[in-house]
């Protein structure tokens, strides 16, 4: 059994005064339906699509809005064993969940793999990526940290501060140079769209707010604080067009 994480879910850290607020937004915009609620308080649900596996998971948290990553494999010993070989260190432990922190402080589970999960692409607009926001000293440890943790080559595109690490079938990974010096890395959840100014609109009427808009992507908030990008990627094949 392979230690490299075989699937990979984007865990939306929401605050929990904002919680259902949150939960109605996101499945608005993704179109998935919330699953039940779980754990000791029902801070846990799975946001669920209508085809595939799902990947987009929410937590009601006493703190601000985040986003960490959730890593499932088969052999979960081998991959504490592996990400800390890697440089990863311990954070905490819930129930048997082992939660650590990338060498640049992002925070990530590790939790089991359930079956043979696949990414189906539908719809004119498909969560599909998840982006590193990686302050400038951190860089180069990060891209080889998650290179060597997930098994992908990194790719480098016409902007040089993006590297992207894609797995056909799979979450996508894009790692994004800031231009902070220093800080921890954080993580962003980044929509492909068939038309970026038609979902702008409707984000908006939905509680969103707009950060910025640049050539290829628009920078959004959403209701409970999740920083996400709108971003002009084929929602098919989740390739810039040309690439």
């Not at 052999?75 to 922190?101: C, F, K, N, Q």
């Not at 080889?144 to 992908?152: A, I, K």
């Amino acid at each position: 059994m392979s230690a490299r994480p075989e699937w990979i879910q984007v865990f939306l850290d929401t605050p929990a005064d904002a919680y259902e607020d949150a939960v109605t937004f996101w499945s608005a915009v993704t179109g998935w339906t919330p699953s039940e609620r779980r754990g000791e308080d029902g801070q846990f649900l799975t946001l669920l699509p209508p085809a595939g596996s799902a990947y987009l998971k929410m937590q009601a948290v006493d703190g601000p809005a985040g986003v960490h990553l959730d890593l499932d494999s088969a052999d979960r010993p081998a991959a504490v064993a592996l990400a800390r070989d890697l440089g990863a260190t311990p954070a905490w432990t819930y129930h048997d969940v082992e939660v650590m922190r990338s060498p640049g402080g992002l925070l990530f589970c590790h939790t089991l793999l359930d079956g043979g999960p696949s990414l189906v692409r539908n719809g004119a607009t498909v969560l599909d990526q998840v982006c590193l926001d990686i302050p400038a000293a951190h860089w180069e440890s990060e891209v080889e940290f998650w290179s060597d943790l997930t098994g992908r080559v990194p790719e480098v595109g016409s902007l040089p501060q993006f590297a992207r690490m894609v797995e056909d079938g799979r979450l996508r990974i894009l790692l994004q140079r800031l231009d902070e010096t220093d800080g921890p890395v954080r993580a962003h959840p980044d929509l492909a769209t068939a038309d970026r100014e038609a979902d702008t609109a409707r984000h908006r009427r939905l509680g969103a707010e707009v950060v910025s808009v640049n050539a290829f992507w628009t920078v959004l908030t959403a209701p409970a604080g999740q920083v996400y990008c709108l971003t002009d990627r084929d929602p098919a094949t989740g390739r810039a067009a040309g690439v």
